[in-house]
């Protein structure tokens, strides 16, 4: 397991260098200036968003399953 997280991270430094490599080539556009490509800023919003959504649709059928049913009484307590 420990491999894998290791192999993981290292094709994350490696495309992180490559793609501020392309930035500063000027083979990838950076409109802000901030060393990071668009195009990669961009697929990261996406996803994001994304999971945001995710995350809002599961609280909502969370909230629709828990929710007290009308007609039932509370049980007291003792």
Known sequence: MGNVIAIIGTLVIIVGVISVIAVKKGWLSDR???GIADVIEDKVDDVVDAVEDK???VKEAVKKVT???PGRKRKPRK
Do not use: F, I, L
């Open 32 to 34: 802000d200036n901030d």
């Open 55 to 57: 995350v809002d649709n």
């Open 67 to 69: 929710r007290k049913k």
